[in-house]
């Protein structure tokens, strides 16, 4: 069901298919049920904790672990190789199922955007061709050119959330130690003079317009890093540049663009991507979910607490120097139909345990001091000789298909 899928997301890329032919063959491959949303995180400001990792720790593995019992993990294996793969194979059939209802929604995601941007398309080839008709005093827009606008808003101290969307543009926001937005827009607008402006709504902040009267919307922000607490952030057909802010709760999607997120810090973070080059650094988060189709993600220094990394039809690489925040991480990698590879620090106070599944491809460990509990080149199940006495322990579910995994 889920290579259906992707090769009718492949033929919409490749212009074999429209956005409509598209959804109907969606739509026709089969009812899949709806991947539940992140867990409920805290809202009251920046001393709350989440309640709730965005992934149940349950994802890692063939055995029980229980997040309130000091990283205690208890093993189900007492027999040999059949059933330790057994019980991976179930673990590995559940993720599939999982994961369908996420190529769905990017499959939705992809029509739905795709035939939004076709529709918007005729509206600018209406506009162009009844030029003549429009004012040309218009301050901007009339002509059909890029036009500035800056803004400037003051924010209060006290809980806040903050709103900002690109539209056929990029979008650059950076956390500064100040108390005041400020934002460079530029814009070539549909028709007219539409409106746009920089507003606040109690403790809401966000760049008001309708994306309908607007060919593009380019944002280039600064704002202060450690006053908001929800921070929502998004475009398509642009890039994607966020640095150095803090949040309880960061969002971050775009479409159609390169994304770069650094120096960030939440408790809770999720970033979603198409067709894209994606870049993590230096991330600080209790819990995590980062995904991608249609490109690879590149990661430093993701110190993560949680952490989901996914991608389709994209390369995962995960560099680490240290893990240095958390005494327990907890960590799911997936990919498919590209390489996973990840290059781990070794101290003798950190202890790994990873379970690893290589569909049509092989896995290389080369972590020392390690005890394999089955060691094959698709499977393994390995722990670091003392981890059970390690005060920092990692655990890593990690599965990727048609391509290599790689520990290093």
């Known amino acids: 069901m889920a290579n259906e899928k992707l090769v009718i997301l492949k033929m919409l890329e490749e212009g074999k298919i429209t956005a409509e032919e598209a959804s109907r063959l969606l739509e026709a491959s089969g009812p899949t049920a709806r991947p539940s949303g992140p867990p409920p995180t805290g809202t009251t400001g920046h001393s709350a904790r989440a309640s709730e990792a965005p992934r149940s720790n349950g994802q890692y593995s063939a055995g029980t672990y229980n997040s309130g019992d000091s990283g205690a993990y208890s093993s189900p294996r007492s027999g040999g190789l059949e059933d330790f793969a057994g019980d991976l194979g179930r673990r590995f059939e559940s993720f599939a199922r999982d994961m369908e209802p996420k190529f769905q929604k990017f499959g939705e995601v992809v029509v739905e955007k795709t035939a939004n941007f076709a529709d918007r398309i005729s509206k600018s080839i209406d506009d162009h061709i009844n030029s003549d008709t429009r004012s040309s005093s218009a301050p901007y827009g009339g002509a059909g050119g890029d036009f500035e606008k800056r803004f400037e808003l003051n924010v209060s101290s006290g809980y806040n959330e903050l709103s900002l969307a690109a539209h056929n543009g990029n979008l650059l926001v950076h956390g500064y130690n100040g108390d005041k937005i400020t934002a460079s827009v530029q814009i070539q607008s549909a028709h007219g003079n539409p409106p746009i402006e920089l507003m606040r709504l109690g403790n ?98 993701l110190d993560c607490a949680n952490l989901m990394l996914s991608s389709v039809n994209g390369s995962i690489t995960i560099n680490m120097s240290q893990f240095e925040s958390f005494s327990e991480y907890v960590w799911n990698v997936e990919s498919s139909n590209a390489k996973v590879a990840l290059n781990l620090p070794t101290s003798p106070g950190l202890g790994y345990h990873l379970k690893g599944h290589a569909s049509l491809g092989k896995i290389h460990v080369g972590l020392t001091n390690m005890n394999y509990i089955v060691n094959s080149s698709t499977m393994t199940e390995a722990k670091s000789i003392n981890f059970d006495s390690c005060p920092k322990k990692v655990k890593l579910a990690l599965e990727t298909s048609n391509a290599a995994l790689q520990i290093n």
């Open 204 to 301: 809401r902040y966000f760049l008001n317009y309708d994306s309908d009267n607007f060919k593009k919307v380019t944002v280039d922000a600064y704002i202060p890093e450690n006053l908001f607490n929800i921070i929502n952030l998004s475009t398509v057909n642009g890039n994607v540049d966020i640095s150095t802010l803090s949040a309880d709760n960061i969002s971050v999607n775009n479409m159609n663009g390169n994304v770069k997120l650094q120096s960030l810090n939440a408790k809770f973070l999720k970033a979603e991507s198409t067709n894209a080059n994606m870049t993590v650094n230096y991330l600080h988060a209790d819990n995590a979910q980062i995904e991608n189709v249609n490109g690879p993600i590149q990661t430093l220094d």
